[in-house]
């Protein structure tokens, strides 16, 4: 199995509360991905890190900051956290952006927002 | 964009005979890649089988093979001799060059014993 953990594994939090969600990899794998899994939608892409402090938007990205300062941790932030918001978060890393790499995925966080 | 259909949000099989989940695709790109993974009860995302759109011999891993009609955009995942291991929730995925990946909604699999 890829070294990827992600904590914490659970949380509730309470509606405009500051919520991080932390992804950690062993790999030294150069990408690194959010994203959430709602029933119905399967996974969308949050936002992806392609180096140490260089990040890009994915599909559903409103509501959601990331940050990477070493190339091991990617941080994925939600600054005031909304109902909308309850979900399973994956962190998930790659070693290219080809569209043939495997993505190896975490043990996921889930997260409700009460 | 590129969307993933998945029609079965449910499918069962008893324990050593074959199922075939469904998944269609919408995209104007030639060159791409598609994926099947499997999320067990325990959440963890797992590779089952991928097809390179530019071959046209279907993938095969083992017991689990792929049907894919590149024109119809079509690519269905058989897998045969069921286990009970193989209960879970199966994603079609999709890729291109330079787009991120799509996940269809997922097909929980049952299995029988």
């Known amino acids: 199995d890829a070294g990827i953990t992600q904590s914490p594994r659970h949380k509730v939090t309470e509606t405009g509360t500051p919520v991080t969600l932390r992804c950690h990899q062993t790999e030294n794998h150069r990408y690194m991905y959010w994203y959430r899994q709602d029933p119905g939608h399967g996974l969308r892409l949050i936002h992806y890190?392609?180096?140490?402090?260089?990040?890009d938007k994915g599909e559903v990205s409103d509501g959601y900051s990331v940050s990477r300062s070493k190339t091991e941790d990617f941080l994925l932030t939600l600054e005031s956290a909304t109902s909308s918001q309850t979900s399973v978060y994956f962190c998930?890393?790659?070693?290219?952006?080809?569209?043939?790499?495997?993505?190896?995925f975490g043990p996921g966080t889930r997260l409700l927002v009460l | 964009a590129q969307t993933v259909t998945q029609s079965q949000p449910e499918m069962s099989v008893q324990e050593a005979e074959t199922v075939t989940l469904s998944c269609t695709y919408d995209?104007?790109?030639?060159?791409?890649?598609l994926f099947w993974y499997k999320q067990p009860p325990s959440r963890q995302m797992i590779l089952v089988i991928r097809q390179e759109a530019y071959k046209q011999q279907n993938a095969t891993e083992n017991r689990f093979s792929v049907n894919f009609q590149k024109a119809a955009k079509s690519f269905s995942l058989k897998i045969s001799d069921s286990q009970l291991g193989d209960a879970a929730m199966y994603f079609c995925a999709y890729r291109s060059a330079g787009s991120d990946m799509r996940f269809g909604a997922g097909t929980r699999l049952t299995v029988k014993p």
């Open positions: 995209t104007s790109e030639s060159d791409y890649y």
């Open positions: 890190s392609y180096g140490v402090k260089d990040t």
């Open positions: 998930a890393i790659s070693e290219s952006r080809r569209k043939g790499e495997t993505q190896y």
